[in-house]
Structures are given as C-alpha cells and as structure tokens.
C-alpha cells in the first residue's frame, strides 16, 4: 500500500511493514527490528505532526519489546518516554504504555 504525504518510509506506509517486524522479531533479529521500527517511529511521529492525529502506538510498544529483550533499560525507557512526548491516538493502549513507563521507571530508581 504505497501512499504520499506523511507516514512514509523507504516509499511505503509505516503500515505496511507490520508482518516484517513481527517476522524479524520471532526470527530472533532483533537489531535488524530495532533499525525498522526506529525508522518506522519517525515516521508515525511525521504522519501525526503533518495531519494532527495521536500516534500509532504499537511501533512504539515493539521497540521498547525489543529493547527489553537485548537488556538494554535505558533505551527502552527512552523510547517510551518519547511516546509519552507525543500527541496520544484514542483507545486503550496509550494507558497501558504509560503504565510500562511507570513501571520501567520505577526499576530504573531500583538499579
């Protein structure tokens, strides 16, 4: 589903590469899931600055998944503190994503 305007990347709709990074992730490839999904939040964040809308959540979900899996806190925190900066889409996922956020942060006070 190739379409212009925000949301793009490599020429394609952030959408459209949903089987990939779940393929990549139950491959084990994690650091070749983390280099799309980073790409990928840039664009989810350049659709919702161009058109006004909350962003997409689950691009942001995967890669503070994969970044729990490598063991690497800081960036998951990181990349769920730059969800929390952003512009929410409704439904119930946006709760929960903070709720990690808390919950991540709460371990990093542990460390």
């Known amino acids: 589903m190739q379409v212009t305007g925000g949301g793009l990347y490599q020429g394609w709709h952030y959408t ?5 990074v779940r393929a ?6 994690l ?12 664009a989810v964040e350049a ?17 503070a998944i994969v970044y729990r ?8 925190l990181a990349i769920l503190e730059r969800y929390a900066a952003q512009r929410h889409a409704p439904g119930a996922k ?3 994503l903070m709720e990690r956020l808390e919950k991540v942060r709460s371990n990093m006070d542990q460390l």
Not at 16 to 20: A, F, H, L, N, P
Not at 47 to 63: D, F, I, M
Not at 69 to 76: F, I, M, N, T, Y
């Open 16 to 20: 459209s590469y949903v089987t990939e």
């Open 24 to 29: 990549l992730k139950r491959a084990g490839r």
């Open 31 to 42: 650091g070749e899931a983390e280099v799309l999904l980073i790409g990928l939040v840039d």
């Open 47 to 63: 659709e919702s600055e161009k058109n006004g809308w909350g962003v997409a959540p689950w691009y942001y979900e995967q890669l």
């Open 69 to 76: 899996k490598q063991k690497r806190p800081l960036e998951e």
């Open 94 to 96: 946006p709760a929960k």
